[in-house]
């Protein structure tokens, strides 16, 4: 029951962080944590997006179509091909950014990069035997904490 209990109380952490997220920034702290890498390398596009946000393409796309439409981000074919979007944020992407709290990732990736690495590798090994317990796929870790 204690270990139950410390999970709980880190996913009401996330979810007392995304909610905040909300409340302050006016959108989801998955779609925060994208304009962020999109603020902090211009010119990304969805897949180096991905590979930044650890999730799968499709859904950094959706992140990147959300973004577009409420205006925070713009994207701009280039390349000879002309099927990569370079994208960009905008004014009113960076305002959002700047009321936004912090850690844009989220608390939980905030607080896994700053453990040790020997904590952090305990912690890899008995979460694989748990989800091994749980008999899931491994493709529900692509999908953002914040969009559960």
């Not at 960009?88 to 905030?110: I, M, N, S, T, Y």
């Not at 305990?122 to 529900?140: F, K, P, T, Y």
Request: overall charge neutral; cysteine-free; aromatic content about 4%.
């Amino acid at each position: 029951m204690r270990v139950l209990r410390q999970f709980r109380i880190v996913f009401n952490a996330v979810k007392s962080h995304f909610r905040q997220v909300e409340r302050e920034a006016g959108l989801g702290g998955a779609q925060l944590w994208a304009l962020s890498v999109i603020d902090r390398h211009p010119g990304i596009g969805a897949t180096g997006l991905a590979r930044e946000l650890d999730i799968h393409q499709s859904t950094a796309s959706n992140l990147v179509r959300g973004l577009v439409e409420r205006g925070f981000v713009t994207g701009s074919r280039e390349g000879a091909d002309r099927r990569n979007v370079a994208l960009q944020v905008q004014p009113a992407g960076r305002e959002v950014l700047q009321r936004a709290p912090l850690p844009f990732a989220g608390v939980l990736p905030d607080a896994l990069a700053s453990l040790d690495p020997a904590t952090l590798m305990q912690l890899e090994r008995n979460l694989e035997s748990l989800i091994a317990q749980l008999g899931v796929d491994d493709e529900a870790g692509s999908v953002p904490l914040a969009q559960l």
